[in-house]
């Protein structure tokens, strides 16, 4: 990694070891790599990179498809538990019920969006080191797609 960067990434060999400490990082809306805060641009902008470790969060393009689909399942599962609580846990009108579907189906995905970035970067830690984050290994990839 860059000198300029004071942190260091976490390259445990182990990726299990390496998401679950990202996962618990992403929770806080910090850096899944080495935890520094201010990694968002706002509350959906990602920055470029990590400002304590010089990550790369989008090592290549489309990388950050994999995100909707967590955003998506998120929000399935998430609302599937307020459906069947709301069902069999109270008795509000149809109405009611309907309101706060709504509101839940559409402000889920949103208040989701830049978490589900980090875990779908912490389900690339499972299976992949941090390597291809290194920004000395982005910027090779960046001089070699240009040649």
Sequence with gaps: MDDKYPNQPNTS???LARAGTGVGRALLRRCPFCGAKHIFENWFTLKKQCP???SVFEPEDGYMLG????????????????AVSVVFGTDLSVIAVQIAAVVLVVGLPLFLYGYSQLFW??????????????????AGRAHHHHA
């Design 121 to 138: 970067i912490c389900i690339d830690l499972v299976f992949n080191s941090t390597q291809k984050f290194d920004p000395a290994q982005a």
């Design 67 to 82: 995100s909707y689909v967590v955003n998506l399942g998120l929000t399935a599962v998430i609302g599937v538990l307020f």
């Design 52 to 54: 304590g470790c010089g």
């Design 13 to 15: 060999s182990n990726g």
